[in-house]
């Protein structure tokens, strides 16, 4: 077979086919390297002597079904510049591994469409062979993201599986892109990401989070001059909770079992959005029979749907008038669970109109976690952290289609 046939099959530059042998229907091709003395793998000079060959198989390309590899004498070179033995594979392979360059592009290209399972069947080749390669191609491209022209950034974290397991995400805004995934919550979690953050000598001027105390005091002792803005899922998300308290209270305080049966099951009806009711299935009447009942459940439901339109307003003089009134009114109701809302809300009052001068949120990251919930269901969850971290660091360039 000569070299250039053998280059388009396989792609194998500057070797010859010397023999073809067939063993348990797998094609092992014996080849020579054409060309000069070879130079050393590790400094390229080719001041060097020979010290005999080392023949090696490399898995290359398939040909059909059919499994292929080379065998091939690799020459060792005792390098006059480096003082050490080496064996110089050339652009065949790289050190020490047993694959081509060539079967390991394909690989990676099977790896679009598939997991990492799909691609070792497809191939006939064990699973960590896939995930080695993988995993060495992220490493190389995503392990260490560049810190330097970040300016808003979301910090947020993730359940990872049972037990108290979480990481902790840190996305750039601008470019979609996840810079830093820590192991556990808190303040500890982000404490190599500062470090890394403050040797790039980035200028963040907006943080976007959730009103945890850990990574406000965080941020604030680590990007003093950044603006913290507080999503406005997580300051809902919090009402809906209340809400949610408040009418299993008044379920287990009623006395007559009418008053139980219409406030059984409306639990979904309080937090829905009023437009989304859906009228075919008398939603909106059963909700409204549950308020008529209930003057407690009917006050902290209008102040939930008041609270939305903090976002609504045409300024920040004007959202700050009315999210004073909604504190005010929201302490007025003599209901605990509404005051301590309210005391919360007046607490992180200048980092939630924040998101008038900075208008970023964490929804990004948002989508970024169920992407990453999305990506454990098809590879049925990750035995390697390490592997898993990288993942998510190369999410923003993934383009994955659920196979099987």
Partial sequence: MSAKVLYHLIGARGYTVETVQEYNGALYLWVRRDGGAPCCPACGSRDGYGRGHDTRCFRTLPIGARRVFLVWPVPRIECA?????????????????????????????????????????????????????????????????????????????????????????????????????????????????????????????AVAMDMSWAYIDAVRDHLPHATIVFDRFHLVKLAHEKLTQLRRELYHECTTR??????????????????????????????????????????AYYLKEDLRQIWEQPDKARARRFLKDWIARAECTGIRLLQQ????????????????????????????????????????????????????????????????
């Avoid at 069947?121 to 392990?143: P, T, Y």
């Fill in 81 to 205: 510049r480096c003082g050490r033995i080496h064996q110089s594979t050339g652009p065949l392979a790289e050190p020490r591994r047993r694959v081509t360059r060539a079967f390991v592009r394909y690989v990676l290209q099977l790896l679009r469409f598939g997991t990492v399972q799909d691609v070792a069947r497809h191939l006939q080749v064990g699973w960590d062979l896939v995930k080695e390669i993988h995993q060495r191609h992220l490493h190389r491209s995503f392990s260490k993201p560049k810190l330097k022209h970040l300016r808003e950034i979301a910090i947020d974290e993730f359940h990872v599986g049972k037990g108290q397991r979480y990481r902790t995400l840190v996305l750039d805004l601008r470019s979609g892109a996840v810079v830093f995934v820590g192991f556990g919550k808190g303040a500890d979690a982000l404490k190599p990401f500062w470090k890394r953050l403050h040797a790039s000598h980035a200028k963040v001027r």
């Fill in 258 to 299: 009418m008053h139980k049966q219409v406030l059984k099951g409306t639990r979904w009806l309080l937090l829905k959005n009023p437009e989304h009711l859906d009228e075919r299935r008398r939603e909106r009447d059963r909700l409204d029979e549950a308020l008529q009942l209930n003057q407690p459940l009917a006050t």
């Fill in 341 to 404: 809302l309210a005391k919360t809300v007046a607490t992180h009052r200048e980092s939630i109109l924040a998101w008038y001068d900075c208008r970023i949120s964490t929804s990004p990251l948002e989508g970024i976690i169920n992407k990453i919930q999305t990506l454990k269901r098809k590879h049925y969850g990750f035995r390697d952290n390490q592997y898993f971290m990288l993942r998510i660091l190369a999410l923003h360039e993934s383009r994955y289609e659920l196979v099987g």
